[in-house]
Nanobody, 116 residues
Framework: QVQLVESGGGLVQAGGSLRLSCAVA????????MGWYRQAPGKERELVAK???????NYADSVKGRFTISRDNARNTVYLQMNNLKPEDTAAYYCKVINPILGNYWGQGTQVTVSS
């Protein structure tokens, strides 16, 4: 059993910032891609950003220039720095990691609420 521990969500005013963290609670667990997804009420879960083990990144168009994904391979942790937040960023945010043999693992989700 592999547990992903997320933190950093909360309530913030539009224009503010938050930093999400997701740590894999097993130091020897091999990870390829790490990413953040979000799901707003009544909508499908969507990719926000992902990062390969080598550091290549991809972002949703809606967050480019505002969000930055990074990872610490030694700590098996992925971060999402979110700046200039907008009300439409309000959602539950989930991290996902991919093990090359065992497949996908998801975090429990952390709520981000941006007030106007």
């Amino acid at each position: 059993q592999v547990q992903l521990v997320e933190s950093g969500g909360g309530l913030v005013q539009a224009g503010g910032s938050l930093r999400l963290s997701c740590a894999v609670a097993r130091s020897s667990f091999s990870i390829n891609s790490m990413g953040w997804y979000r799901q707003a009420p009544g909508k499908e879960r969507e990719l926000v950003a992902k990062i390969s083990r080598g550091g290549n990144t991809n972002y949703a168009d809606s967050v480019k220039g505002r969000f930055t994904i990074s990872r610490d391979n030694a700590r098996n942790t992925v971060y999402l720095q979110m700046n200039n937040l907008k009300p439409e960023d309000t959602a539950a945010y989930y991290c996902k990691v991919i093990n090359p043999i065992l497949g996908n693992y998801w975090g429990q989700g952390t709520q981000v609420t941006v007030s106007s």
